[in-house]
């Protein structure tokens, strides 16, 4: 009888051991498993908050961020051997020359004067000579037809007011700008027309051609 006492007493013991062992590795689970939440969350934050600081548009400043920015403006075989500049300081300045090039092309980087957005652009001859004179207050000469690419696009006011982002485009400077008088003056509605910062004057219009399509109205 006592034995049986004795191996009865064993066995409930040994349950409870069992149950207790079961309760540890439930709570040893449960706390790793709170664990891998906690870090899961960290690393999803840290993870948000990289994609946030991303979002914000980390404008060009040395020398060889400006160089790289206008490189991405239009195709390669037009940037390879362009002439690439920076804004000049303040209205009347010099463009500072940050490579020299060997064709007529001329890159600049962002953000243009008037902006706080990286929209570099690359000029032929007769574009870049258009830009220098209105951003200097001259009067402008257009002899011929002048071509412009901004193959990161640009930001202009959409139709509700708030910003609208114009995908890669083309743009075309025109010796008769009464010419561009019919086409409309929306980015987000496909061909159109826009001045460079300034007053809104028709001399000073030039035809914008995106290539592929950025925002949706």
């Not at 079961?22 to 840290?46: D, E, G, S, V």
């Not at 064709?103 to 570099?120: A, I, M, R, V």
Request: one cysteine or more; hydrophobic letters at 35%; glycine letters at 10%.
């Amino acid at each position: 009888m006592k034995t049986s006492a004795k191996v009865a007493m064993k066995s409930r013991r040994g349950h409870e051991g069992w149950r207790g062992a079961r309760r540890w590795l439930l709570q040893k689970r449960t706390t790793l498993n709170w664990c891998k939440m906690k870090l899961t969350i960290f690393c999803l934050f840290a993870a948000l908050t990289a994609g946030a600081q991303s979002t914000a548009e980390h404008l060009p400043t040395t020398d060889a961020e400006k160089i790289a920015d206008a490189l991405r403006a239009a195709p390669k075989f037009i940037t390879d051997g362009a002439t690439i500049v920076d804004h000049p300081a303040s209205k009347g300045d010099e463009w500072r020359v940050l490579r020299k090039g060997s064709n007529e092309w001329t890159c600049l980087p962002g953000p243009p004067p008037g902006s706080k957005l990286d929209d570099p652009g690359c000029f032929d001859k007769v574009f870049f000579q258009f830009v220098k004179d209105v951003l200097a207050g001259r009067p402008q000469h257009v002899d011929r037809l002048g071509v412009a690419y901004m193959y990161t696009g640009h930001t202009v006011p959409g139709a509700t007011g708030e910003p609208f982002r114009v995908g890669p485009h083309i743009m075309v400077v025109s010796p008769h700008p009464d010419e561009l008088e019919g086409f409309t003056h929306g980015g987000w509605n496909g061909t159109y027309v826009i001045h460079l910062p300034g007053a809104d004057q028709p001399g000073q219009w030039f035809l914008v051609i995106p290539i592929h399509q950025g925002d949706k109205q």
